[in-house]
């Protein structure tokens, strides 16, 4: 942490006090470290708590401004790796250890457990089918006839939407635009290309620039940029069948022997628990993810790596499969919308790159769009290790007393 001299802070903790200056301006009248220094203070005295450990940081205060608004300091959460995991995937191919950042005791050591796995088996293959982050507009029309009739332009007008659309940007490419009409409302699905990006800001602005060309040739009247259909953050099937971000799908071949050695059960008695558990009870809870945990790594990595945390929800969305082939356990994870990127966000603040460091997928790729790509295999592999881990827990009925050894 760059210091800040305890006087400059309260000076201008004064100042916010005396009503010369506002909570969020202090960055515009000292450098960010002080500033974050004086917003300490201040919460300190309202709420009688100690920020001591909060400001105890280990990067300029001005790295986190693109991140953060009214910093007071940083919340550090462990980081552990597990591994080296063998990844055979089509855009990372070697050993890596996989970075995960967590304050859940024993989920390092189950996914490490994975891993080693994984590696008896040779190491687990994983391949992205599908990338492209999506933004919905909805827009307001007089009835059904003027619904056809926009649904009608979009299709003859592409090309048009998606010279406007990339005009905003050096990177990101319009892929394609899906209408879908309910009543006198018409979402456009845009999805696009946002290479290395996760892509979220680029493809609002690139969005917004689309929507002005459609209000100019039409009658429709934009109502909201995103009318939820994109769908960003919450629980969509939409996101399950057509997937948003990167689609990604992980598998191994298991040795019937290495199960039994190593995950102490049998290939028939984990595909059997992933019927009954993952597809069947996750089916009658109605639920869009039938899988054990894969939002455990999911969400590790993301923090490990600098991913908006908050779409964890889109990337649990997973299905685990596991079956008996020639006596030998076969186990797949398929990820339908994992939104990743390594350059942007997070990725830039210091720590977070260095976890993108750990993978060796830090920035753009070459060719663009290669190292989110990695970032995105890793993440499935290390679910993978995570599923198989804990499948094989709980069909040994080894899960509580692993938990009670680590006394977690």
Excluded at 176 to 183: A, E, K, L, M, N
Excluded at 350 to 365: H, I, K, M, N, S
Aim: with cysteine; charged share 25%; net charge negative.
């Amino acid at each position: 942490m760059t210091d800040s001299t305890p006087s400059a802070a309260e000076d201008l903790a004064e100042r916010v006090r005396a009503g010369e200056l506002r909570f969020h301006e202090l960055e515009d009248h000292t450098d960010a470290d002080t500033a974050t220094a004086a917003r300490r203070l201040l919460v300190e005295e309202q709420s009688d708590a100690s920020l001591d450990v909060v400001g105890d940081y280990g990067f300029p205060a001005e790295r986190a401004d693109p991140n953060i608004e009214n910093m007071v300091g940083a919340v550090q959460v462990p980081m552990g790796v597990a591994g080296p995991v063998r990844i055979r995937g089509g855009r990372l191919d070697g050993e890596r250890y996989l970075p995960l950042a967590t304050t859940e005791g024993a989920l390092l050591a189950s996914v490490n457990r994975g891993c080693s796995v994984l590696n008896d088996a040779g190491g687990a293959n994983v391949r992205i089918l599908k990338s492209g982050m999506t933004r919905a507009p909805v827009f307001r029309v007089a009835d059904v006839v003027e619904a056809e009739a926009l649904v009608e332009w979009v299709r003859d007008n592409r090309d048009a939407l998606r010279e406007a659309a990339e005009e905003t940007t050096n990177h990101g490419e319009l892929l394609d635009v899906t209408p879908y009409v309910v009543g006198n409302s018409v979402h456009l699905r845009f999805r696009y290309d946002t290479k290395d990006a996760m892509g979220m800001n680029m493809v609002t602005i690139a969005t917004r620039a689309a929507c002005e060309l459609v209000e100019d040739e039409t009658d429709a009247s934009l109502v909201a940029l995103s009318g939820n259909l994109c769908t960003d953050k919450k629980p969509a099937a939409i996101n399950a069948v057509e997937g948003r971000g990167r689609s990604v799908t992980t598998d191994v071949t298991i040795p019937r022997e290495v199960v039994e050695d190593r995950l102490h059960t049998t290939p028939e008695a984990v595909a059997e628990l992933n019927t009954r558990k993952n597809l069947v009870g996750s089916a009658k809870a109605a639920s869009l993810g039938f899988n054990a945990h894969v939002a455990n790594v999911v969400a590790a990595m993301f923090l490990a790596t600098g991913q908006d945390e908050a779409q964890v929800v889109e990337g649990a969305n997973a299905i685990t499969t596991a079956e008996v082939q020639d006596g030998d356990l076969y186990v797949s994870i398929s990820i339908a919308s994992l939104e990743v990127g390594t350059v942007g966000g997070g990725t830039k603040l210091p720590t977070q790159a260095e976890g993108l460091d750990v993978l060796g997928v830090r920035g753009g790729g070459d060719p663009a769009g290669s190292n989110a790509d990695a970032l995105a295999e890793a993440i499935a592999v290390g679910s993978l290790a995570g599923e198989l881990s804990l499948l094989s827990a709980l069909a040994s009925r080894h899960l509580s007393s692993a938990h009670a050894e680590l006394g977690r």
